[in-house]
């Protein structure tokens, strides 16, 4: 770790496990003390330092990072990545984590310490189903899942705001405002956070039928559908839509080259001994619930941006007793972007660190997430293709609703990030002043230029033949 991305000596110190003050609770010692660093690290990184963004002299070249990480991945799928990524402003932004892991890195960070999301980009919210079968609004990708300062996620998250408003065609004053809304909302619910006890900040979730009641009356019947088209996205809806009957008339996963390839016998016999792995990451009662399904079919899938060319399956299941149809999804974890700037995972297995990083950080998470180890050793975790999973679409969104939506996926941040992080003293960094809310801006509307620039730089080592492009559209 260089001295630049040194935490400040104080906020180096171990913190102590925090005490929240809430009725009837008054404010220990403990929590005292951590208010009180929260505050000295302002000293030494003051919320001014966040913003803006300026480019090291030696900062490394975006293309070579893009390149060293293609050398992982399968070379026929590499060219649609860099196609994805090539569409768009924002498209590039979501494809390029490890971009920005490395920019981030060269800037003094304040030691406070949370479970980071790692690419916590406007895209990365979403809807998805509890266990309980409630319509839940939170984080959904974990691939870089690490610890890490807690600003690292929400400069990331501003960024997209500035970006996604720009390519929106909204004001520049807008693009700043939406950044702006997005950190504040991370500010004032740490805040509302740090003065709520252990088990109520734990229990914490965002249920989409209380996300509409802020949404704009003339905005309510669109919002309404995006919920109800998010609770038909499960495993019947994919049958219907991923399958086809197959020779014995029993459903197949339908393939569509080269988004979605078959694989042989051998393969699938790999799938089915990954699966039997799987089984082993699994709690009990879980474990007993998957056995009643059998392997049926597998494919491989290219899915996101930044995601494609590792190796990703999808999975047909069917119950054993009435053949009920399940999909899973079987996406290979490489190591976190974050780790070359970071101290390493304490999971060895890479699989084990998303999952691990994905049950802390949401408010309740998939029955079937677990990992497995595949042929050559490589990494895995396992989760439903889909469970009512849906997304705001945020190229559909205006100036206001762009600047609420960041608010809430700021607010969301900071309850994900209050699971696992010295909560008081991030609060009292932020303080009550809009201090950090402006410094994030200013870095967001920044590393929107940065942004812009690279991915010029993605477009000429296109046209030069550095680096093929395939769109898939």
């Known amino acids: 770790m260089s001295a630049a991305t040194k935490p400040a000596k104080k906020s180096a110190k171990k913190s102590a496990?925090?005490?929240?003050?809430?009725?009837?609770?008054?404010?220990?010692?403990?929590?005292?003390?951590?208010?009180?660093?929260?505050?000295?690290?302002?000293?030494?990184?003051?919320?001014?330092?966040?913003?803006?963004?300026?480019?090291?002299?030696?900062?490394?070249?975006?293309?070579a990072i893009l390149e060293a990480q293609a050398l992982t991945r399968v070379p026929e799928l590499v060219?649609?990545?860099?196609?994805?990524?090539?569409?768009?402003?924002?498209?590039?932004?979501?494809?390029?984590?490890?971009?920005?892991?490395?920019?981030?890195?060269?800037?003094?960070n304040t030691g406070l310490m949370v479970q980071l999301c790692g690419d916590a980009h406007l895209v990365n919210f979403g809807f998805y189903a509890s266990p309980e079968r409630t319509l839940l609004f939170d984080l959904n990708d974990f691939d870089e899942t690490l610890p890490g300062p807690f600003e690292w996620d929400v400069k990331r998250l501003a960024?997209?705001?500035a970006v996604a408003s720009r390519q929106n065609g909204h004001p520049e004053h807008s693009a700043r405002d939406a950044a702006q809304a997005s950190a504040r909302?991370?500010?004032?619910?740490?805040?509302?956070?740090?003065?709520?006890?252990?088990?109520?900040?734990?229990?914490?979730?965002?249920?989409t039928a209380d996300l509409l009641a802020d949404v704009r009356k003339r905005?309510?019947?669109?919002?309404?559908?995006?919920?109800?088209?998010?609770?038909?996205?499960?495993?019947?809806?994919?049958?219907?839509?991923?399958?086809?009957p197959g020779p014995d008339g029993e459903p197949r996963i339908k393939h569509d080259p080269p988004l979605v390839?078959?694989?042989?016998?051998?393969?699938?016999?790999?799938?089915?001994?990954?699966?039997?792995?799987?089984?082993?990451?699994?709690?009990?009662?879980r474990r007993v619930l998957l056995e009643r399904f059998k392997l049926v079919d597998a494919a491989l899938k290219v899915v996101g941006v930044g995601s494609v060319g590792t190796r990703c399956f999808v999975a047909l299941l069917a119950g054993t007793t009435v053949g009920d149809p399940l999909m899973l999804q079987?996406?290979?974890?490489?190591?976190?972007?974050?780790?070359?700037?970071?101290?390493?995972?304490?999971?060895?297995?890479?699989?084990?660190?998303?999952?691990?990083?994905?049950?802390l950080l949401q408010a309740a998470s998939d029955i079937f997430l677990g990992w497995a180890t595949g042929p050559a050793g490589r990494f895995f975790y396992w989760r439903q293709l889909r469970d009512m999973k849906g997304?705001?679409?945020?190229?559909?969104?205006?100036?206001?609703?762009l600047l609420r939506y960041a608010e809430v996926c700021g607010r969301t941040l900071a309850r994900a990030h209050a699971r696992s992080g010295p909560r008081a003293e991030i609060a009292d960094y932020l303080g009550r002043s809009d201090a950090f809310d402006r410094a994030i801006a200013s870095w967001a509307v920044g590393y929107g230029d940065q942004t812009h620039r690279d991915h010029k730089a993605l477009l000429a080592a296109i046209a030069q033949g550095r680096v093929e492009a395939v769109s898939d559209v």
Not at 42 to 57: F, L, M
Not at 261 to 285: H, K, P, W, Y
């Open 330 to 359: 079987i996406k290979e974890a490489e190591q976190s972007v974050l780790a070359a700037h970071l101290a390493p995972s304490r999971h060895r297995h890479q699989g084990q660190r998303v999952v691990a990083g994905q049950r």
């Open 159 to 161: 960024a997209s705001v």
């Open 219 to 244: 905005n309510r019947a669109e919002a309404e559908q995006e919920l109800s088209k998010a609770r038909r996205r499960t495993s019947l809806q994919a049958l219907e839509k991923l399958t086809e």
């Open 391 to 401: 997304a705001v679409e945020v190229e559909k969104l205006d100036a206001k609703m």
């Open 79 to 108: 060219p649609i990545r860099y196609g994805r990524m090539a569409a768009s402003e924002f498209a590039f932004l979501r494809g390029a984590p490890a971009i920005m892991a490395a920019d981030l890195a060269s800037t003094p």
């Open 185 to 207: 909302g991370y500010r004032e619910h740490m805040r509302e956070l740090a003065a709520r006890t252990e088990l109520d900040v734990w229990y914490e979730r965002v249920d």
């Open 261 to 285: 390839q078959a694989i042989g016998m051998r393969d699938l016999g790999l799938v089915q001994e990954t699966f039997e792995d799987f089984l082993r990451s699994m709690q009990e009662d």
């Open 17 to 63: 496990k925090p005490t929240a003050a809430a009725e009837g609770v008054k404010p220990s010692t403990a929590l005292k003390a951590e208010e009180a660093h929260g505050r000295a690290v302002r000293r030494d990184v003051p919320r001014s330092s966040q913003g803006p963004w300026e480019a090291p002299r030696n900062r490394p070249d975006p293309i």
